[in-house]
């Protein structure tokens, strides 16, 4: 079992990605984040690449996807090579969940989503509930054809891949904790994959080098690593930036009734001038971690 902390391969150029899910419609949040993915390549002669993560099937829609591509194309982004669909490349997510189950470090898991909140009620402040760890260790013969998501049993992941660091701009030498996350999903009861999953796949599948996204994302990031270093992937660098808030510190990408860029864009909106608002933070309420 690997136990570096995790080198970068620096002979390859360096390559962002932007990834959203096309589940609705980008807001400034998404084209700061878009902006700082994009830059960051750009200025040192790399790669920025475009992944759409469609893995939900119910809430993912095609035009959304043609929304966003004309956003970014407003913004006055370019990215490199084709765009990639998450929905298109299943059974490359399907193989690496094959080898968690090979590992023995996933369970199949019936519960529904009230089951769990039921029985995370005693952490009510933990924004997502952390799985109980109700099915680890059931027996689950018979009951396969139920419908069930696959979960990493994260104790064990852990104790298989041993310490790990990662690297985050800001914060340094990060020790890898993916145990506050609890036994996340790798694989989803209506997708063979989850995000957690096919983000790593994919990242290192596409030769990400500095992953760019929102601070939002910081505690995912030590499930990524623990899934890397068990699949044997390299790790990108990463850089959480932080989040766009208006005057009351509230996230825009959350805030009830924040414009969406297509409306701007429609409207008649400058798309490279708020480019470069948003570049410079002029005429932008604020940009707090
Ligand atoms: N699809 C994720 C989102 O829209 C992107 C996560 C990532 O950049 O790793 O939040």
């Known amino acids: 079992m690997t ?6 391969p620096s002979r390859l150029p360096v390559t962002t990605r932007f990834a959203p899910s096309p589940t609705g419609r980008l807001h400034l949040g998404h084209a700061y984040s878009a902006l700082r993915a994009h830059d960051f390549a750009r200025a040192r002669g790399g790669r920025f690449l475009l ?12 035009e959304h996807a043609e929304t966003i591509f004309a956003d970014l194309q407003w913004l006055g982004l370019t990215w490199n090579g084709p765009v990639v669909f998450q929905s298109r490349r299943l059974g490359l997510y399907a193989a690496a969940l094959d080898r968690f189950k090979a590992l023995d470090l996933v369970y199949p898991c ?3 989503r009230t089951e769990i909140a039921a ?3 005693s952490a009510p402040h933990a924004p997502e509930p ?8 059931i027996d689950a013969r018979g009951r ?3 419908p069930h998501c696959w979960r990493i049993d994260m104790a064990a992941a852990a104790a298989a891949a041993g310490p790990l660091t990662w690297h985050d701009e800001t914060a340094g030498e990060v020790a890898c904790d ?14 063979a994959t989850s995000y957690h999953l096919a983000a790593t796949v ?12 929102g601070v939002d994302l910081f505690a995912a990031t030590h499930v990524h690593r623990l899934l890397q270093a068990l699949l044997g992937l390299p790790a990108p660098r990463y850089h959480h930036h932080p989040l766009l808030t208006d005057a009351n510190g509230e996230r825009l990408a959350k805030r009830h009734g924040s414009p969406a860029l297509a409306t701007m864009r429609k409207g008649g909106e400058d798309g490279r001038a708020l480019a470069d608002r948003l570049r410079t933070g002029i005429g932008i309420d604020a940009v707090t971690p």
Do not use: N, W
């Open 119 to 121: 029985a995370s009620a």
């Open 110 to 112: 019936f519960c529904t």
């Open 178 to 191: 993916a145990l506050r996350q609890g036994d996340v999903v790798l694989a989803r009861k209506d997708a």
């Open 202 to 213: 994919d990242d290192a599948a596409q030769g990400v080098t500095d992953v760019v996204r």
């Open 130 to 137: 952390v799985y109980p760890g109700t099915c680890r260790g």
């Open 144 to 146: 396969m054809a139920a």
């Open 3 to 8: 136990h570096d902390s995790g080198s970068t």
């Open 51 to 62: 992944r759409i993560e469609d893995i939900d099937r119910t809430r993912s829609r095609a």
